[in-house]
């Protein structure tokens, strides 16, 4: 399918204003691709894709995951907020088949990352951030340092997350953890 198609298929799962942030983290994507030399239009479909199952209801959402065999850590089952994008990457896979391991893996991550993120990973998960539709507190902070480097980006990113999360006493995923302290080790360990 071409990206046009996919514009098709996630139209009626989204609301309007999720619709036009999926458009907006899309081109975002296609920025970051372009600058940090990754490939555009994969960038641009994983944009696209990424929060397919965003607006199915919680419930169904559950039903779903059951259904494609995702097993639920406790933490998981606790943060519905994480469903969509595990659930995502299935529903790509098993109902559109998608077969794009780098898309699939962008897709599942993009809410938590990962240890060992991959470009088409880090690009997904800050497109998601700075995208023309984002408005939160600290949002130019991000834009900034989406400029400065992918890693500086991801470390602004993983510390707005948990500090909000923590915050409002939610759990957070061991990938965000592994994540945060990957790149912090790695970019500012000096
Ligand atoms: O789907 P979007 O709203 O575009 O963005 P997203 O997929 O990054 O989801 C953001 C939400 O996910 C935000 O409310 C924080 C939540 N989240 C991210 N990482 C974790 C998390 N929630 C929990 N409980 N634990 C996490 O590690
Ligand atoms: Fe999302
Ligand atoms: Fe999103």
């Not at 641009?44 to 559950?62: R, S």
């Not at 779903?64 to 995502?88: D, N």
């Not at 794009?100 to 990973?121: F, N, Q």
């Amino acid at each position: 399918m071409n990206l046009e198609e996919y514009k098709a298929v996630i139209k009626p799962l989204l609301s309007e204003k999720r619709y036009h942030h999926s458009i907006c983290v899309a081109k975002a994507a296609k920025e970051l691709a372009k600058k940090y030399g990754a490939d555009v239009q994969k960038a641009e479909t994983a944009g696209i894709l990424h929060d397919i199952m965003k607006d199915i209801p919680p419930e169904e959402q559950l039903e779903k995951m059951e259904q494609y065999g995702i097993r639920l850590t406790p933490v998981e089952r606790a943060a519905p907020k994480l469903w969509h994008a595990m659930l995502g990457a299935a529903y790509l896979k098993e109902e559109l088949h998608l077969e794009d391991s780098e898309i699939l893996d962008a897709v599942r991550y993009h809410t938590t990352g990962r240890t060992d993120m991959t470009l088409m990973d880090k690009i997904l998960f800050i497109a998601d951030f700075i995208s023309d539709d984002r408005d939160y507190e600290g949002v130019e902070d991000l834009r900034k340092a989406a400029k400065i480097s992918l890693e500086e980006a991801m470390t602004e990113g993983f510390s707005y997350t948990i500090g909000d999360l923590a915050k409002s006493r939610k759990p957070i995923h061991p990938d965000t953890i592994a994540a945060y302290n990957q790149t912090v080790l790695a970019y500012h360990g000096k």
